[in-house]
């Protein structure tokens, strides 16, 4: 049963730009609410199915620093939220 609500949890937010993806999850701690990204590059394998990896190419770099950025910008003002604060 646990497995199956693991699963279903969604991300707080996705930011994509071309094959590059950062998924942004959140977390409730007894700190309160964290933030997790995660980047992966996708592709069509050679039956048309879509797959994700964790390995990247030169010209992947540009893309991973700027949804990073962007992932960042996210969590800041998601936070901002939650602490009643604007920024």
Not at 28 to 51: L, P
Request: some cysteine; charged content about 25%.
């Amino acid at each position: 049963m646990a497995k199956t609500q693991a699963k279903s949890k969604k991300p707080a937010h996705e930011i994509r730009m071309g094959r590059i993806k950062a998924v942004i999850w959140e977390n409730d701690t007894e700190n309160g609410v964290r933030h997790n990204v995660s980047i992966c590059r996708i592709y069509k394998d050679d039956a048309g199915h879509w797959k994700d990896s964790s390995s990247f190419g030169r010209d992947d770099l540009p893309l991973i620093a700027k949804v990073s950025d962007l992932a960042h910008s996210w969590i800041f003002q998601a936070t901002g939220a939650l602490a009643g604060t604007t920024s």
